[in-house]
């Protein structure tokens, strides 16, 4: 009956929905305490690990949200012509109402 | 050994570097105005963002790193993911605004709720009090690195005296070019191009400058990344600083979540992020690269902070140097002057964007929304008629001094106790509260004004004494002793510690609370009790407004007059552009000019006037200006209710007539395409008689029978589509006579006999003796079986042909079979053949015909109440078939609209 509206019920959307729930995940507790520890465990690579860890999955998020944002054509959630009733019906009430009077 | 500039030179490159930001905005305004528009891009789209990094950034970040380590972050991962579902909401936003003319963040929410002066007010006050302590940030931080560029500062770095005055220089300049930039003359649409175009060199000057300072600290120096991180990893107290330990290490995650999604709301509450990211945006589609080009901007203006923080702290160990200031302090440390001049002019530029973008957003909200309202109130002003666009500008000028003026106040009260990163959080905090009423109002309908006004109005309150009244008490204003007993030694309403809540710190607990009664009442009140007719239609345009029908709405009802809307538009746009646009409308709608057009202006006339105003001095003013010059009457939620259902099933015949009208064209195609063949065949044979006077007797005869021939077919179609037009429109004239069907067949095929010989077929007639009579029309009925008869002979083989004519009585109807033994008719095609133009067979074989016959045979049996229709099996032949019933009227009565409507034209 409704117009399927782009962007809040299309795939796009719920890809979207799910990386921003992940985003969510990745910055908070627990996982960042993966970024914790002292003594040999403080640095990755020669760099403090927390900042390096928080550092590379803003990263892979911008990644993961261009790939997204940049694929596929304009508007894709534009799917088909919006299902709203039956035009046969319509059809015969515009022809049966049409000129009388 | 550290270097100091002269004043005159920093001065002189400020003033020059300003001086060039704003011819980059006045070309770009050229350039809008020759139609070659600059920022229709989304990379320049996704730099204007940029303008969230501001001085805070800039300075601040490296000081907050210097003391904590990572959490300068949250502040920008909060965006980051904000971005993430960019496409979902600030699309919406944008479409919204767009639709409506929406042109601040107060006037969003005061329109989503009813077009709401009250709430528009509530919100413009918040943002107004809310944005003071960050303007007040950047005149501190452009002061203070003046200061320290100068060598004005001892040791500490602060402002002193001196750099107070220096503020209200940098105050008063910046409120200048922000009236140069913005409010030279009044837009409808509130759009900027010169401003969008000098904020994104802007953002480009400031990354340049920081990464340049940041490459030169890390690799000038110190030996690289690894060096500075090891280096500082060596030294406990920055180690600690650095990189936290396991979880016992009591990181606070309440505050990390708490900063996260602080910024991620305010990414796009900040008056000066909706400025940008929604009412300066020139097309929704931008928003899928700035979704991802923005976030990454932010991460490249963060990868030095560390960095140049743990550098600073390494270089000027032992020595009290403030590192707010270190991307200043470290190349004139080193005795690079020049490279700290243009460290200070990224500075320059962080906080000049912000402050020229926060004060034009300001500044439309405090004059659209708070003083406008009193003005128009005020008899004098709304009475006298004329044109108000000057006094418009004035105001909004008014508003950008005072807010400038407010910012430096501030930073003499509270400025010089706290942190950069600290005062900007105290405005974070307080755009935070628009959030539960604006985005829930774009997803929820049931939100109401009286549940927006009081989830707002809570939450500033508690904003107000959680967090701004003890900033100004711990600057030694106020005496602190609240803070630490309680108002009249009440603990348990300590302002840091509400009802006795501990454990947080200052900021997430002023949030959590805010945020409580906030949503708490918001959600409640609004449940309270249905929303009104004003804020249900506004809900359901703001919810749906990606809905196609919710275009065609329109929520009014009453009487107005063009000439009075032209006018009242022309008194806050100018007359001149009220007419145009008022013509442009017109000539949308496919009507006169409003001059020479009705002078009752409908609904949607009325709406387009209240938008256009709206454009100029918001949608609460503009709903009270339309309202003073129309007769209204007030809607209830029903009238609201029948809209919405009426605006969509006019979409539907819209789109019904569309098809109909798609279809008359393939009918008129196919007509002209028909006439042309047997005139071209015509013509063609004319030329050549004529051309060739010495033509063999037989041979001319040959082509006059064509052309006769054709001719016939000619006039024979004609006939056909008149009479089809006729049937399809209704007209045609239908006589009603008692029928023997027996006796009609007998004519039938009496009056094809000469055909069906020539051809060399046999026909046999197979009927009862006795046949009930009928009630139609005989000569139509005639047509009918003589078209089926005629057709059974064109496909039958030449010389062989068997047509079988068979008339069935049944209780309710008769049945009349046409069977001939052609090649019979494909699957596919059977359908086809009762279209109109559609001949069965392919192109060579192509019979002689109009492709009208059975087309106006099936009209005239359902005119009837029967059906006609094909049975056939590839190389068994063909049987067209029809039945009708004894009685029309009585058994067919209500089955066929088309064929009601006819008896009720014809007498």
Same mark, same amino acid.
């Given at each position: 009956?409704?117009?399927?509206?782009?962007?809040?019920?299309?795939?796009?959307?719920?890809?979207?929905?799910?990386?921003?729930?992940?985003?969510?995940?990745?910055?908070?507790?627990?996982?960042?305490?993966?970024?914790?520890?002292?003594?040999?465990?403080?640095?990755?690579?020669?760099?403090?690990?927390?900042?390096?860890?928080?550092?590379?999955?803003?990263?892979?998020?911008?990644?993961?949200?261009?790939?997204l944002?940049?694929?596929?054509?304009?508007?894709?959630?534009?799917?088909?012509?919006?299902?709203?009733?039956?035009?046969?019906?319509?059809?015969?009430?515009?022809?049966?109402?049409?000129?009388?009077? | 050994?550290?270097?100091?500039?002269?004043?005159?030179?920093?001065?002189?490159?400020?003033?020059?570097?300003?001086?060039?930001?704003?011819?980059?905005?006045?070309?770009?305004?050229?350039?809008?105005?020759?139609?070659?528009?600059?920022?229709?891009?989304?990379?320049?789209?996704?730099?204007?963002?940029?303008?969230?990094?501001?001085?805070?950034?800039?300075?601040?970040?490296?000081?907050?790193?210097?003391?904590?380590?990572?959490?300068?972050?949250?502040?920008?991962?909060?965006?980051?993911?904000?971005m993430?579902?960019?496409?979902?909401?600030?699309?919406?936003?944008?479409?919204?605004?767009?639709?409506?003319?929406?042109?601040?963040?107060?006037?969003?929410?005061?329109?989503r709720?009813?077009?709401?002066?009250?709430?528009?007010?509530?919100?413009?006050?918040?943002?107004?009090?809310?944005?003071?302590?960050?303007?007040?940030?950047?005149?501190?931080?452009?002061?203070?690195?003046?200061?320290?560029?100068?060598?004005?500062?001892?040791?500490?770095?602060?402002?002193?005296?001196?750099?107070?005055?220096?503020?209200?220089?940098?105050?008063?300049?910046?409120?200048?070019?922000?009236?140069?930039?913005?409010?030279?003359?009044?837009?409808?649409?509130?759009?900027?191009e010169?401003?969008?175009?000098?904020?994104?060199?802007?953002?480009?000057?400031?990354?340049?400058?920081?990464?340049?300072?940041?490459?030169f600290?890390?690799?000038?120096?110190?030996?690289?990344?690894g060096?500075?991180a090891?280096?500082?990893l060596?030294?406990?107290?920055?180690?600690?600083?650095?990189?936290?330990?396991?979880?016992?290490?009591?990181?606070?995650?309440?505050?990390?979540?708490?900063?996260?999604?602080l910024?991620?709301?305010?990414?796009?509450?900040?008056?000066?992020?909706?400025?940008?990211?929604?009412?300066?945006?020139?097309?929704?589609?931008?928003?899928?690269?700035? *979704?991802?080009?923005? +976030? %990454?901007?932010? $991460? =490249?203006?963060? !990868?030095?902070? #560390?960095?140049? &923080?743990? @550098?600073?702290?390494?270089?000027?160990?032992?020595?009290?140097a403030?590192?707010?200031?270190?991307?200043?302090?470290?190349?004139? *440390?080193?005795?690079? +002057? %020049?490279?700290? $001049? =243009?460290?200070? !002019?990224?500075? #320059?530029?962080? &906080?000049? @964007?912000?402050?020229?973008?926060?004060?034009?957003?300001?500044?439309?909200?405090?004059?659209?929304?708070?003083?406008?309202?009193?003005?128009?109130?005020s008899? %004098?002003?709304?009475?006298?008629?004329?044109?108000?666009?000057?006094?418009?500008l004035?105001?909004?000028?008014?508003?950008?001094?005072?807010?400038?003026?407010?910012?430096?106040?501030?930073?003499?009260?509270?400025?010089?106790?706290?942190?950069?990163?600290?005062?900007?959080?105290?405005?974070?905090?307080?755009?935070?509260?628009?959030?539960?009423?604006?985005?829930?109002?774009?997803?929820?309908?049931?939100?109401?004004?009286?549940?927006?006004?009081?989830?707002?109005?809570?939450?500033?309150?508690?904003?107000?004494?959680?967090?701004?009244?003890?900033?100004?008490?711990?600057?030694?204003?106020?005496?602190?002793?609240?803070?630490?007993?309680?108002?009249?030694?009440?603990?348990?309403?300590?302002p840091?510690?509400?009802?006795?809540?501990?454990?947080?710190?200052?900021?997430?607990?002023?949030?959590?609370?805010?945020?409580l009664?906030?949503?708490?009442?918001?959600?409640?009140?609004?449940?309270?009790?249905?929303p009104?007719?004003?804020?249900?239609?506004?809900?359901?345009?703001?919810?749906?407004?990606?809905e196609?029908?919710?275009?065609?709405?329109?929520?009014?009802r009453?009487?107005?007059?063009?000439?009075?809307?032209?006018?009242?538009?022309?008194?806050?746009?100018?007359?001149?552009?009220?007419?145009?646009?008022?013509?442009?409308?017109?000539?949308?709608?496919?009507?006169?000019?409003?001059?020479?057009?009705?002078?009752?202006?409908?609904?949607?006339?009325?709406?387009?006037?209240?938008?256009?105003?709206?454009?100029?001095?918001?949608?609460?003013?503009?709903?009270?200006?339309?309202a003073?010059?129309?007769?209204?009457?007030?809607?209830?939620?029903?009238?609201?209710?029948?809209?919405?259902?009426?605006?969509?099933?006019?979409?539907?015949?819209?789109?019904?007539?569309?098809?109909?009208?798609?279809?008359?064209?393939?009918?008129?195609?196919?007509?002209?395409?028909?006439?042309?063949?047997?005139?071209?065949?015509?013509?063609?044979l004319?030329?050549?008689?004529?051309?060739?006077?010495?033509?063999?007797?037989?041979?001319?005869?040959?082509?006059?029978?064509?052309?006769?021939?054709?001719?016939?077919?000619?006039?024979?179609l004609?006939?056909?589509?008149?009479?089809?037009?006729?049937?399809?429109?209704?007209?045609?004239?239908?006589?009603?006579?008692?029928?023997?069907?027996?006796?009609?067949?007998?004519?039938?095929?009496?009056?094809?006999?000469?055909?069906?010989?020539?051809?060399g077929?046999?026909?046999?007639?197979?009927?009862?003796?006795?046949?009930?009579?009928?009630?139609?029309?005989?000569?139509?009925?005639l047509?009918?079986?003589?078209?089926?008869?005629?057709?059974?002979?064109?496909?039958?083989?030449?010389?062989?042909?068997?047509?079988?004519?068979?008339?069935?009585?049944?209780?309710?109807?008769?049945?009349?079979?046409?069977?001939?033994?052609?090649?019979?008719?494909?699957?596919?095609?059977?359908?086809?053949?009762?279209?109109?133009?559609?001949?069965?067979?392919?192109?060579?074989?192509?019979?002689?015909?109009?492709?009208?016959?059975?087309?106006?045979?099936?009209?005239?049996?359902?005119?009837?109440?029967?059906?006609?229709?094909?049975?056939?099996?590839?190389?068994?032949?063909?049987?067209?078939?029809?039945?009708?019933?004894?009685?029309?009227?009585?058994?067919?009565?209500?089955?066929?609209?088309?064929?009601?409507?006819?008896?009720?034209?014809?007498?």
């Amino acid at each position: 009956m409704r117009a399927r509206t782009p962007g809040s019920t299309g795939l796009l959307a719920q890809r979207l929905a799910a990386l921003f729930v992940g985003g969510w995940v990745l910055f908070d507790f627990p996982l960042l305490t993966l970024g914790f520890g002292r003594g040999a465990d403080a640095t990755l690579f020669g760099l403090p690990r927390l900042p390096l860890l928080l550092f590379v999955g803003w990263l892979a998020l911008i990644v993961l949200l261009a790939v997204l944002m940049e694929s596929g054509p304009e508007g894709r959630g534009r799917g088909g012509p919006p299902a709203d009733g039956g035009p046969e019906g319509a059809r015969d009430a515009v022809r049966g109402e049409g000129h009388v009077g | 050994m550290t270097a100091v500039l002269s004043p005159a030179l920093v001065l002189g490159a400020s003033v020059a570097y300003l001086g060039a930001l704003f011819a980059i905005a006045w070309w770009a305004d050229r350039r809008a105005a020759a139609g070659r528009s600059v920022i229709g891009n989304a990379w320049v789209y996704a730099l204007s963002m940029g303008v969230y990094c501001t001085a805070w950034t800039y300075f601040g970040s490296i000081g907050r790193a210097a003391g904590g380590g990572v959490w300068f972050l949250p502040i920008y991962l909060g965006p980051m993911l904000a971005m993430v579902l960019a496409w979902v909401v600030l699309r919406k936003m944008i479409r919204i605004a767009r639709r409506f003319r929406i042109t601040s963040i107060a006037d969003f929410i005061a329109s989503r709720y009813g077009k709401s002066p009250l709430l528009a007010g509530l919100v413009t006050l918040i943002a107004l009090v809310g944005v003071v302590p960050y303007v007040a940030l950047q005149l501190k931080a452009v002061a203070s690195g003046y200061a320290v560029l100068t060598g004005q500062a001892a040791s500490t770095g602060a402002a002193g005296s001196a750099g107070s005055g220096s503020a209200l220089m940098v105050a008063l300049l910046l409120a200048g070019f922000t009236i140069a930039f913005g409010t030279r003359h009044l837009d409808n649409t509130e759009r900027h191009e010169g401003m969008v175009a000098a904020i994104a060199a802007e953002s480009v000057v400031k990354l340049v400058a920081f990464l340049a300072v940041g490459a030169f600290v890390t690799w000038g120096l110190f030996g690289g990344l690894g060096d500075i991180a090891g280096r500082a990893l060596e030294r406990p107290e920055l180690a600690r600083v650095l990189q936290p330990v396991a979880a016992g290490g009591g990181f606070a995650y309440d505050a990390w979540f708490a900063l996260m999604a602080l910024a991620m709301f305010s990414v796009i509450l900040l008056p000066r992020q909706f400025q940008v990211m929604v009412v300066e945006n020139v097309d929704e589609r931008h928003v899928r690269r700035a *979704a991802w080009a923005f +976030p %990454a901007y932010l $991460l =490249l203006i963060n !990868v030095f902070v #560390l960095p140049i &923080a743990m @550098g600073g702290l390494l270089h000027f160990e032992g020595q009290a140097a403030n590192p707010e200031t270190f991307v200043l302090s470290l190349p004139l *440390a080193a005795g690079q +002057p %020049a490279l700290a $001049l =243009l460290a200070f !002019v990224g500075g #320059l530029s962080a &906080a000049t @964007g912000m402050v020229i973008v926060e004060a034009i957003a300001v500044s439309t909200m405090v004059c659209n929304d708070l003083v406008l309202p009193l003005l128009l109130r005020s008899r %004098a002003l709304a009475g006298r008629g004329g044109d108000l666009t000057g006094v418009i500008l004035a105001v909004r000028r008014g508003v950008i001094v005072l807010l400038m003026l407010l910012g430096w106040v501030y930073f003499r009260v509270a400025g010089e106790a706290y942190a950069l990163v600290s005062i900007g959080l105290i405005s974070f905090a307080a755009v935070a509260q628009f959030a539960p009423a604006l985005l829930g109002g774009m997803f929820w309908k049931g939100g109401t004004r009286d549940g927006a006004l009081a989830g707002l109005a809570a939450g500033a309150l508690l904003w107000v004494y959680t967090l701004l009244l003890p900033s100004i008490a711990k600057s030694g204003w106020m005496d602190a002793a609240f803070l630490q007993h309680g108002p009249f030694g009440l603990a348990w309403l300590r302002p840091e510690a509400l009802f006795g809540l501990a454990g947080m710190d200052s900021l997430t607990h002023s949030l959590f609370w805010s945020a409580l009664a906030n949503v708490g009442l918001y959600v409640g009140v609004s449940l309270a009790r249905p929303p009104r007719a004003a804020e249900a239609s506004q809900a359901l345009q703001f919810v749906d407004v990606f809905e196609r029908a919710s275009e065609e709405r329109v929520f009014w009802r009453g009487r107005a007059r063009t000439g009075d809307l032209v006018a009242l538009v022309g008194r806050f746009l100018g007359a001149e552009r009220a007419r145009a646009l008022f013509a442009a409308e017109a000539r949308r709608r496919g009507q006169a000019a409003p001059e020479a057009g009705p002078a009752q202006a409908d609904a949607a006339l009325v709406q387009f006037a209240e938008t256009q105003l709206a454009g100029a001095i918001g949608s609460a003013s503009a709903r009270v200006m339309v309202a003073s010059v129309v007769e209204e009457e007030a809607l209830d939620l029903d009238d609201v209710v029948r809209i919405v259902e009426e605006a969509s099933e006019l979409r539907h015949l819209n789109e019904q007539l569309k098809s109909l009208d798609r279809l008359k064209d393939d009918f008129m195609s196919s007509v002209t395409h028909e006439l042309r063949t047997p005139l071209a065949s015509i013509r063609a044979l004319a030329e050549l008689m004529r051309d060739e006077p010495d033509m063999e007797p037989a041979q001319r005869q040959q082509f006059l029978a064509i052309v006769v021939a054709e001719a016939e077919r000619l006039s024979r179609l004609v006939n056909q589509v008149l009479d089809m037009a006729k049937i399809e429109s209704g007209h045609a004239e239908w006589r009603s006579a008692d029928v023997d069907l027996g006796e009609l067949l007998e004519r039938a095929v009496q009056s094809t006999a000469e055909l069906l010989r020539e051809r060399g077929a046999v026909v046999e007639l197979d009927k009862p003796a006795v046949v009930p009579t009928l009630r139609a029309d005989p000569d139509r009925l005639l047509q009918v079986v003589l078209n089926l008869l005629s057709n059974a002979a064109k496909f039958t083989p030449p010389g062989a042909g068997r047509i079988a004519v068979r008339l069935l009585v049944r209780p309710d109807r008769a049945t009349v079979e046409v069977q001939d033994n052609g090649p019979g008719v494909p699957r596919e095609q059977q359908q086809l053949v009762f279209e109109k133009f559609r001949q069965g067979g392919d192109g060579r074989s192509r019979p002689q015909g109009t492709g009208l016959g059975l087309p106006i045979s099936r009209q005239i049996v359902e005119h009837f109440g029967g059906r006609l229709w094909l049975v056939s099996e590839p190389g068994q032949g063909a049987c067209f078939g029809f039945d009708l019933p004894w009685q029309p009227d009585e058994t067919q009565a209500g089955a066929a609209p088309a064929r009601r409507k006819q008896e009720e034209t014809t007498p």
